[in-house]
């Protein structure tokens, strides 16, 4: 069993910077793959970039690719989602995923097992 609160959501104004991060408890979390995910009212969850458990591997949205960068500690049993070069259409409600196994459909969020309840990122002047 995992549990993951995130934090780090916020406003920020077009061309900023958020760090997300997603803290997770138990005591195997490096055999976690992780996730972000986003969602947006009346649309479905959007992949943003995921992690092996080694944090050597990691995935990225097209949308997100060059401006976000997803990096984990696991002696912190933490997960990070920098966010650099923030636009509007970047907001959204962020969420924390863990699987016990990344698959190469690491892209679907029914993937996942485990979610957290969400943080909001607002980009807007």
């Known amino acids: 069993q995992v549990q993951l609160v995130e934090s780090g959501g916020g406003l920020v104004q077009p061309g900023g910077s958020l760090r997300l991060s997603c803290a997770a408890s138990?005591?195997?979390?490096?055999?976690?793959?992780m996730a972000w995910f986003r969602q947006t009212p009346g649309k479905e969850r959007e992949f943003v970039a995921a992690?092996?458990?080694?944090?050597?591997?990691?995935y990225y949205a097209d949308s997100v690719k060059g401006r976000f960068t997803i990096s984990r500690d696991n002696a912190k049993n933490t997960v990070y989602l920098q966010t650099n070069s923030l636009k509007p259409e970047d907001t959204a409600v962020y969420y924390c995923?863990?699987?016990?196994?990344?698959?190469?459909?690491?892209?679907?969020?029914?993937?996942?097992?485990?979610w957290g309840q969400g943080t909001q990122v607002t980009v807007s002047s």
């Open positions: 995923a863990a699987t016990s196994y990344i698959s190469r459909s690491y892209y679907y969020a029914n993937e996942y097992g485990y």
């Open positions: 138990g005591r195997t979390f490096s055999s976690y793959g």
């Open positions: 992690i092996r458990g080694s944090g050597t591997i990691t």
